[in-house]
Structures are given as structure tokens and as C-alpha cells.
């Protein structure tokens, strides 16, 4: 591996050219039909909106007054209430000019606001210049009705929550996830009340919440904001009315909380009134959702397996990179493992059980499994010694019955993980082979995959998590077992499309690597036989799109597949020959090496290997170039390209299909991969364009051979809770384009920037490859207007912060060069100067054909190097 990777390492991937969009003129988006209908109907829509304000507020006074004789927690003093507006029009952070607080951006143009001005006073000034036809209310046509804060169950439930909303019971306990708004530090104006300048918290409080319309806040700001809505949550909660509390951490932190910067969630403890008192009149909650269950793989025990003979695992070097693993802990002594166990920061999260990192888990465990198949993702050798590719570190959260308490809180228990271990060791790889047994919702990111986001934001830290599995035969409401789904006649692999068959929280976090599982053989022998044949989707495995139509898993791994014996009432069994060889915990007896295990758990470390081998390579270089090496080496298997259904559908299960360790460590005489180097930044309206050189024997005409083209961009940006839309989300997204044929760096510049801003439809396709994904794509009846984009219609490469498309072209079909841009397009962060980070990967390979690819880049890329020192010697020489 390290001769082929010191032969054909990476080329350089150089910036040719670089410029930014001015800002966008003010206007440009048409106003819908009820839009225009309110401006020309001022007196009649300002009218029905002072109505609605006048019973809202009246309705909060009657609530606040019946509260006090109920016994009721007192509410913050905010009024809260539901915004609809035009969703192709309305600006949701043009609402503070309301002296509004946007509490949640929502779907279909719904807000919900907040306000610290009770009377909502300055709303109805400005409906009033709206209906004088006064300078101030021109943006009031485009908010469409304003309805009472009690109707937010509707929008702010999880699914499971809102189906079960009528049945909650006042006088039972329930543990939920929460989140509270808090207004974005980034934004910044004047100053804060400070607590030291009030007598008595009271008087904080309100001066607080009066000034909160009017000011945004610094981080220093925002710690005092922070601590003001956390005094509010925990003094409503822990009301003697309704006894809860917030689940602290087990590490000791006074309170479990984890904070966005829009935003804090926390897990909390109460009763069923009080529930639905915080969810119907708590101004600021945004998202109340269940705890999450964890579904155990499936382990049918078997003794065929041979004892490994004379294999020795030897230490990885000093500065080898480390993996934590955060699962059941890890049997640390065993003999395939003890020599790679970082065991100094060995810890445990588990309640009541913080002093044992142990793999409790019967049956051979699921950390220990989970850790092996880090050190060997192809199964451990049965003699001679191999070299482990890193140290592995134990982070225990699962409990002895494989289950994450619901006294833990995700997002907190993995902030406070990486703290220890990126601080202490500088890990920056997270195997997390942990997920829910429901769907992943769809409209709002969760706090447990917000936080996974936050941190690879925050830390370069790569997080890679299994997708979820389908239970065999435990049938879950959201989620039917294979079982239930064959008995009804929704057969395999159908019904790995359906909604329930969905990837599980917190596999759709946007910056996390996400794995789903193939099956690795194909089991055939009557009566018995593997659901899945080889190399296609495990019959377990979940499958995307993501929230937000994102691509997800990105990659799949073998991780084994399930034997029945009919297909109408089957019995399930985890054959030797259908699953993955791991290592087997033997702390309850048993073989140390066994065959008895599927699952997405098993197929994840195996990504996490390729990870650590890129680590161990390019210590140097940030996780967003091993993110899309992965990814750029992922090839989905032959029988996809069958038809576009079948790629559609694979691309489905499986995204960009099995990665190749070779392919992204480095090339070989048929492949090249040009990437570039260090930490590129990028901002919003900013475009950096790329040059490819294509070699001058690629070209003449002729038969010619054919070249795959790949390119991947990885990139990271900061996360809000709040919005409810990918764009938005995100403080900074980016795409990327090519250029047409001919069109040199500058003109592709160019037209880049003019075009920067013009809405999606109206702008070309970058046609110079016919892509598989391509940018953009249609809804069911929708037709193409511009050109063709991509194969795939129903999918788009830009939807993601990994961003994979393919083609396939004839050699004599390539320009002399071309053109690859990255663009950066304004999120929620509107500072100019904010930007992010991203990695870019570009490979060329010729199809069964046996010429020097990556020969012909390497003097392509010397004589380059040569055109541009004699061009800069020619400069210098004018300018004397």
C-alpha cells in the first residue's frame, strides 16, 4: 500500500482563478397571487391582521391570569404565536424589524414568532403605515394571516409525539427531547443587559426580554441570553405542579445541555401536564420529540468457525491516528485487540456504570465487534502478524443489553466525548455504529445529528455512523419488520424504498459519513437462501434520501445479510457464509473469532478503516479530504447500470456505493486523482475555479477509449436548529460546476458572477459531461426547461455537504482543458466575511484499457508548471 501510494500519490489540484458576485439588487422575486391580492387590498388585510393580533394578545392577558389561579408556572414575559407568509417572498429575519423574535422558520411559509413586546405594538404600526400607505409597511401584504401560539403542536411534534398527542396523560412520566431559541450569536449590535447592573433576577429577566427584539447578540451577549432561557425552562418545569427536571450529564456537568448557536436542546423528565403546558404555551420551544431506542444486530451463534493460529496483532506506530469508538465499550484484553487499545482514556457514560468500559453486551458483544472491524475489515488472518492502522479508545454509552439509556442525551454525552479525546489526543475519527428504530424525520434536524454537525464544524472531526437496520421480525409502528414486509407482499428489495425503510436519526446529519450495509455473498440451498445476492443492498440495511432529499448513506460496506426459508412466513438465520467475520467478545464464553452477526454496525468501521488509513497517510490534511477521497473511490456495482431505474434505485440504497481503500489512498497506471491541498476556504458569492489540464495523446481522433470522470467536493458549515430548510440550516452551502467546451478560466469566471443569484431553472446545465446526478432535480411531471442535467432526475448531487457525480466520455471527446468552479451561496450567516472550508477531488480513468493515465497527468502537470514559470519570467522581465 505505501509503495503504490509513494509511486502514485495525489497531484495537485491548482487554483487558477478566483472572484465574487456583487450583492443581488433589491426586488427580483415576484410576489405570489395572495401577495399582490393584500396590497390591493390594504384596508381588508390590515384589518383581519390587527383582528388576529387584538384576540391573540387578549388571549395570552385571559392565560397569564388563569395561570395564577391554577397554579401554573408563571410564562417568560413573551407572547408567541404563527406566522404565515409568502414563502417565495418573506424574508423570515425581516420580522425583527416587527420587534419579532423568529422562534422557528417552518415549512410552507409558517414562523413562529416570539415577542418580549406583549401588546405587539410595533406589528401593528406597521399594518397601520401598511393601510395609510406609509413608508415602513411595505412588507406587511407579504405576512398572510397570524394565528394563536396554542396551535403549535401541529408544528413543532415529532410525528410519533403528534400522533399520540390526544392520549398523553396528565399524571404520567415521560422523558423528551426539547429545544429552546436562542437568538444567533454571529449577529451582532450593541449591548446587553448585564445581571451584575438588577437587584434581583426579576427585574434581569425583563429587562432582558425587552431589549431582546431590538439587539442581537455577541457570544459573551449570548452566554447571558443562554443563561436567562435556562433559568426560564428549568423554573417552569420544575414547578411543584408538575416535578421535572433536565437529565444531567453523568460526566458531572451541572446541567445536560447541548447549544447551537440559535439555539440549546436538552433532554428533560415531566409529567404529562406539564408537557403539554410547555409545548402549548412555552414561547420559545421550537421541537419536542421522544427519546430514541437503539435497535441490538442480529447474533445467531454458531461453532464452525476455526481459532485464528498464530496471528499476532502488532502495536501501530506512536503517532499512528486514533479512533474512538463509541459504542458498548470493548473487551480491551482480547487478544486481536489489546495491542491497538489506547486504554488511558477508556471511559464510560453509562448511568450507575461509569467505572466499567467493559463489553457487556451477551453474545459475544457489539463494541468489541464494532472495534474489530476497524482493525480488520476484511476478516483477521490465521497466522503470521499484521500492524494495526491505529489506536482504538473506548467511549462506552450502550448498556449490557445493548441499549442507550434514555438517561443519557446524545448530543451532550458526544460533545463532552470529543472534548476529552480531541483535546487530550487530537482524535479527529468517530466510529458511531449507533442509530434509533424509527425513520429520520424529514422537515427539522434532531439535536443528536445537529450535534454531530456542530462538532465536525467546530473540531475537524469526522464522524462515521451506521445507516439503521430493519428489524428481522420485531415490527415497530414506524418501522415493519423484513418479516411483516414480506407477509404483505412488499417484497425485497421493494420495500427498502418505502418511507419506514428510511435511514435512522442520527444517520442523516449532514457532515457525518453515513454507512449502509451489501451483502457480501449470495446463499443458495433449498430450502434456505439469502434475501440479498452479492453486492446488492442487505435486506436490513435503511436507505435514503435523507432530510431534505440528501443522499444518504453516501457508502456501503459488506456487513452481511440474513438466510430464510420461505418467503412467505420465513424463519430468519445468520449464516457463517452470509456474514461478516469479526472479532467476538469472549467474556461470556465462546469463540474469539466468529461469523454470527449482521448488521449496518459492522459495515460502518469498515469505512472507519479506509479513514484512518488516509489519517495515517496524510496526517497533515483535514477530515474533509478523507470524507471525499471515500467517497470519490466509492463505485457502485455492475449490475446498477442495467437501466436508470436500477441506478436510480441503488443510488437509493446504497449512494455512492462500496469505497475502494487502493483507490483513495492513491492511483494507479490507468487512474489519476487531483485534489487539493490544506484547508481551502470559500464565502458566500465567492466562486474558485480550478483548471484541468487534459494530455495532448488523450485527444487526437479516432476509436479513442473510454475515461470515467469523477468529482467529489466535501465541505463543513455551522448549523441552526431553527430553520427548517437545508439552505437555511447551513451558515454558508456550496455547489459545484464545470465549464463548457472552450471557455477559458476567465470567461468561466465571469459568467459565473453575472449569473450568481438568477433562479435555478433559468441557468444553464454545465454540459460538457452528460453527469449521473447532475445540480438540480425533478419533481414527479416536472420536465426539463434548460438543457439535460443528469441521468438520475428524481436526485441531485448538490443537496449534500458531500457532492458526488460521475461520467463516462470518450478520450477524443475531451477539451485540451476544462474547468471545475466551487460557489458559495449565503446560508443563515449574512456576514460577508464568513466563510467555510472544503476539499475538492477530481480522477480520470481509463475503462479496460491499459494506457498510462496517470503518466500522461504527470507530464501534462510538469509542462504546465513549466508554461506558467516561463509566463511569470516574461512578466517579470516587461516589468523591468
Not at 495 to 513: E, G, H, I
Not at 525 to 536: E, G, R, T, V
Not at 552 to 580: A, L, M, Q, R, W
Request: with cysteine; aromatic share 8%.
Amino acid at each position: 500500500m505505501s509503495e503504490q501510494l509513494n509511486q502514485f500519490s495525489h497531484l495537485p489540484l491548482r487554483l487558477t482563478n478566483e472572484g465574487t458576485a456583487a450583492p443581488p439588487p433589491r426586488g427580483g422575486r415576484k410576489p405570489s397571487t395572495t401577495t399582490l391580492a393584500n396590497k390591493g387590498d390594504a384596508g381588508g388585510h390590515g384589518s383581519k391582521l390587527k383582528s388576529s393580533i387584538s384576540s391573540i394578545v387578549s388571549n395570552w392577558e385571559k392565560e397569564r391570569e388563569k395561570r395564577k389561579e391554577d397554579g401554573k408556572p408563571d410564562l417568560p414575559d413573551a407572547i408567541s404565536f404563527i406566522l404565515q407568509v409568502d414563502p417565495n417572498l418573506f424574508d423570515a429575519d425581516a420580522l425583527k424589524s416587527f420587534g419579532i423574535e423568529i422562534v422557528a422558520d417552518l415549512e410552507e411559509g409558517y414562523i413562529i414568532g416570539a415577542s418580549a413586546d406583549i401588546e405587539l405594538s410595533e406589528l401593528r404600526k406597521k399594518i397601520q403605515q401598511f393601510i395609510e400607505s406609509e413608508h415602513g409597511g411595505g412588507k406587511v401584504p407579504e405576512i398572510w394571516e397570524i394565528l394563536e401560539g396554542t396551535q403549535r403542536p401541529e408544528y413543532i411534534l415529532s410525528p410519533s409525539l403528534k400522533e399520540q398527542w390526544g392520549q398523553i396523560l396528565d399524571d404520567q412520566e415521560y422523558i423528551v427531547d426539547v429545544g429552546i431559541s436562542c437568538i444567533n450569536i454571529q449577529e451582532q449590535y450593541s449591548r446587553c443587559p448585564k445581571r451584575k447592573d438588577f437587584n434581583n433576577d426579576d427585574n434581569y429577566l425583563k429587562s432582558i426580554n425587552k431589549w431582546l427584539d431590538k439587539h442581537n447578540l455577541t457570544s459573551e451577549e449570548w452566554d447571558d441570553l443562554y443563561w436567562v432561557r435556562e433559568e426560564q425552562l428549568k423554573k417552569f418545569i420544575q414547578a411543584p405542579l408538575y416535578c421535572g427536571k433536565i437529565l444531567k450529564s453523568v460526566q458531572g456537568n451541572d446541567v445536560g445541555i447541548s447549544r447551537l448557536p440559535d439555539s440549546f436542546s436538552c433532554r428533560i423528565r415531566i409529567f404529562g401536564k406539564g408537557l403539554k403546558d410547555l409545548v402549548l404555551n412555552f414561547p420559545y420551544i421550537f421541537d419536542v420529540s421522544e427519546a430514541d431506542e437503539f435497535i441490538a444486530p442480529s447474533v445467531t451463534p454458531n461453532s464452525s468457525e476455526s481459532e485464528r493460529e498464530q496471528f499476532e496483532l502488532e502495536a501501530p506506530d506512536p503517532n499512528a491516528p486514533k479512533v474512538c469508538i463509541i459504542d458498548s465499550g470493548i473487551q480491551e484484553r482480547h487478544p486481536h485487540l489489546r495491542a491497538a487499545i489506547d486504554s488511558a482514556l477508556s471511559n464510560s457514560w453509562v448511568p450507575r456504570e461509569t467505572n466499567t468500559t467493559v463489553d457487556c453486551v451477551q453474545g459475544g458483544g457489539h463494541g468489541t465487534r464494532v472495534a474489530g472491524a476497524v482493525l480488520y475489515p476484511g476478516g483477521i488472518p490465521k497466522k503470521g502478524s499484521k500492524q494495526a492502522v491505529c489506536w482504538l479508545q473506548n467511549a462506552r454509552i450502550l448498556d449490557a443489553r445493548n441499549e442507550l439509556p434514555k438517561l443519557l442525551f446524545p448530543p451532550e454525552v458526544l460533545e463532552e466525548i470529543v472534548e476529552i479525546y480531541s483535546r487530550q489526543t487530537r482524535t479527529r475519527i468517530y466510529n458511531h455504529s449507533i442509530a434509533g428504530i424509527s425513520p429520520c424525520r424529514t422537515q427539522s434536524m434532531t439535536p443528536w445529528a445537529a450535534a454531530i454537525d456542530k462538532l465536525s464544524w467546530e473540531n475537524d472531526v469526522l464522524f462515521i455512523v451506521a445507516a439503521g437496520n430493519i428489524e428481522a421480525r420485531k415490527n415497530f409502528v414506524t418501522r415493519p419488520s423484513i418479516s411483516a414486509h414480506l407477509q404483505a407482499g412488499r417484497n425485497y428489495p421493494e420495500y427498502l424504498l418505502k418511507p419506514s425503510a428510511r435511514v435512522a436519526n442520527p444517520a442523516q446529519s449532514f457532515q457525518a459519513l453515513t454507512v449502509g450495509s451489501v451483502a457480501h455473498s449470495t446463499y443458495n440451498n433449498p430450502p434456505l437462501s439469502s434475501i440479498a445476492k452479492k453486492d446488492y443492498p442487505s435486506s436490513f440495511s435503511c436507505s435514503g434520501p435523507g432530510i431534505w432529499d440528501t443522499i444518504k448513506p453516501e457508502v456501503v460496506e459488506y456487513g452481511g445479510d440474513y438466510v430464510i426459508d420461505s418467503s412467505t412466513s420465513p424463519n430468519f438465520t445468520t449464516s457463517e457464509s452470509v456474514c461478516p467475520e469479526l472479532i467476538r467478545s469472549t467474556r461470556d464464553g465462546g469463540k474469539a473469532v466468529s461469523a454470527d452477526a449482521v448488521g449496518t454496525s459492522f459495515a460502518a468501521p469498515k469505512v472507519t478503516h479506509i479513514a484512518a488509513a488516509l489519517a495515517a497517510a496524510f496526517p497533515q490534511e483535514s477530515t474533509l479530504l478523507y470524507r471525499a477521497l471515500i467517497v470519490q473511490s466509492a463505485r457502485l456495482p455492475a449490475w446498477t447500470n442495467n437501466s436508470d431505474a436500477n441506478l436510480y434505485h441503488a443510488i437509493r440504497s446504497m449512494g455512492y456505493g462500496i469505497p475502494d481503500i487502493n483507490r483513495a489512498l492513491g492511483n494507479s497506471p490507468n487512474r489519476v486523482t487531483l485534489t487539493t491541498t490544506g484547508l481551502e476556504r470559500i464565502k458566500a458569492r465567492q466562486a474558485k475555479v480550478y483548471q484541468v489540464k487534459v494530455p495532448e495523446n488523450f485527444l487526437p481522433q479516432g476509436e479513442g477509449f473510454d475515461i470515467l470522470i469523477e468529482i467529489t467536493l466535501s465541505y463543513v458549515a455551522e448549523p441552526r436548529r431553527t430553520r427548517r430548510n437545508r439552505r437555511k440550516y447551513l451558515s454558508t452551502w456550496l455547489d459545484w460546476t464545470c465549464s463548457k467546451r472552450g471557455e477559458d478560466p476567465d470567461c468561466f469566471l465571469d459568467k459565473l458572477v453575472k449569473d450568481y443569484g438568477a433562479p435555478e431553472e433559468t441557468k444553464e446545465d454545465d454540459g460538457l459531461f452528460q453527469w449521473t446526478l447532475g445540480k438540480r432535480q425533478l419533481g414527479k411531471g416536472q420536465t426539463r426547461a434548460n438543457g439535460i442535467d443528469g441521468i438520475v432526475k428524481e436526485l441531485s448531487r448538490s443537496t449534500g455537504t458531500v457532492q458526488k457525480d460521475w461520467a463516462t466520455v470518450k478520450s477524443y471527446e475531451l477539451p485540451e482543458s476544462f474547468c471545475i468552479a466551487v460557489v458559495g451561496h449565503a446560508g443563515w450567516n449574512q456576514d460577508s466575511n464568513a466563510d467555510v472550508p472544503f476539499a475538492l477531488a477530481v480522477s480520470f480513468e481509463a475503462v479496460n484499457s491499459t494506457i498510462d493515465v496517470y503518466g500522461s497527468f504527470v507530464e501534462a502537470e510538469a509542462k504546465a508548471r513549466t508554461e506558467v514559470k516561463s509566463q511569470e519570467k516574461i512578466q517579470i522581465q516587461q516589468s523591468v
